[in-house]
């Protein structure tokens, strides 16, 4: 029996039950009936490729410290730049086809989240704090209905200092989330997935395209 003060040993959270540490090296410490906890790493640590690193090198928008910032891209070349991305809203039959048809109740979804992936991707820096707030100088957004999904797919261009991608990304997210909503009432179990980068130009890092084999994500979670 627990008290408050002084709790007897076997009670839940009992000093007793806490076993100590493996070695003086581990990151784990055991608590009660064998439960491993992880430790937090020490300052100015990071995981990289699931290995604990210091330095984070790889990693620009990390300083020497660890510190997250805002990468200095003053000295980079104004460049043409283009960024491509795409996801997709797994949605019932039911849904399929009133898009093909008579619409869903709630009105034009298709038409409803085009414009809002446009006015997301110029809300990017807003959402991704270590986003740059560049101008954008183009924003095309389209949605195309399939048997069992709504296919989205943005390409953003701009002339500046870093790339787009994570614009692309913000109005493919944002138009699936639209999607969503316009449906609910006839398919609260809509899925949004498959929401990725599939190419880029410009810039010092060049050009870069997904390979095109990658497969889809189904409703069941399977692959295709």
Known sequence: MAVRAGRACGAPGCASNVAPARNAGSTHTE???????????????????????????????LDEAGAARMVDVTAKDVSVRTGTASGRVLVSPRVVELLRGEGVPKGDALATARIAGIMAAKRTPDLVPLCHPIALHGVAVDLSVHDDAVAIT???????????EMEALTAVSVAALTVVDMVKAVDPGAVITDVRVEAKTGGVSGDWQR?????????????V
Do not use: E, I, M, Y
């Open 31 to 61: 608590v009660g009936h064998g439960r491993h906890f992880d430790a937090p790493p020490q300052r100015g640590a990071h995981l990289w490729g699931g290995q604990l690193t210091r330095g984070a090198k790889n990693l620009t928008h």
């Open 154 to 164: 943005a390409t953003v261009r701009t002339a500046d200092r870093t790339g787009v």
């Open 211 to 223: 390979d095109p084999g990658a497969g889809a994500t189904q409703r069941d979670g399977g692959q």
